[in-house]
């Protein structure tokens, strides 16, 4: 079983709808979870962090987390064009102190 | 907020050639540097941790004698890649724990061509 699963898409939506992104893991050490956007050719840039079950907002994003399910999700409202991109979860367990990513979802905003 | 500055942005080297990649944080000591590596389509795979004045610790299955990382001072860290191959093409990006927030700072990357 793979240390973290994430649905590679692409996943393609109109402008203006609510995307939903989700990963699931099998480590119980993580203890961070993260949220990254990776535009094409370019290095990640950190949308979201948390570190505990529940939600946690800003802006369009949620970022949602439910550690007995071992599920983590990211939500986008009101989409844009310039949302088109990979996004990669990200786990951190502090023992191992180096990032743990999903394969990463591409997405495409349609205008 | 912290930045990675991450250079060269691409590079084409020929089969054979050693090609060396530049991290440096900007207004902040980095005293770890991690290394990554992705393929087409595929997640960031962790090759190796460098500290500051150690050496670094390298993942299972990544060359340590191919993959030379030198992290002598604070703000500079460097990846070698010795006798290139095409099979060792492809994207190296650096990143440093960015103590302002729980996240880690990412260089933007370096798309190594071996032909």
């Known amino acids: 079983q793979k240390e973290v699963e994430q649905d590679p898409g692409p996943l393609s939506v109109p402008e203006g709808a609510i995307v939903s992104l989700n990963c699931t893991y099998s480590?119980?050490?993580?203890?961070?979870f993260m949220w990254y956007r990776q535009y094409s050719r370019k290095g990640p840039e950190l949308l979201m962090y948390t570190y505990s079950s529940g939600n946690k907002e800003d802006g369009r994003f949620t970022a949602q987390v439910d550690k007995s399910s071992k599920y983590i999700s990211l939500f986008i409202r009101d989409s844009q064009p310039s949302d088109s991109a990979t996004y990669l979860c990200?786990?951190?367990?502090?023992?191992?102190?180096?990032?743990?990513f999903g394969s990463g979802t591409r997405l495409q905003v349609q205008p | 907020g912290a930045v990675v500055s991450q250079h060269p942005s691409w590079v084409i080297c020929k089969s054979g050639t050693s090609v060396k990649i530049e991290c440096r944080s900007l207004d902040f000591q980095a005293t770890t540097m991690f290394w990554y590596r992705q393929f087409p389509k595929q997640s960031l795979m962790l090759m190796a941790t460098s500290n500051e004045g150690s050496k670094a610790t390298y993942e299972q299955g990544v060359e340590k004698d191919k993959f030379l990382i030198n992290h002598a001072s604070l703000t500079l860290s460097t990846l070698t890649v010795t006798s290139a191959h095409p099979e060792d093409s492809s994207f190296y990006i650096c990143?440093?724990?960015?103590?302002?927030?729980?996240?880690?700072?990412f260089g933007s990357g370096t798309r190594l061509t071996v032909v």
């Open positions: 480590n119980s050490a993580f203890q961070y």
């Open positions: 990200a786990f951190l367990d502090t023992g191992r102190r180096a990032l743990t």
């Open positions: 990143s440093a724990p960015d103590r302002s927030s729980y996240g880690y700072t």
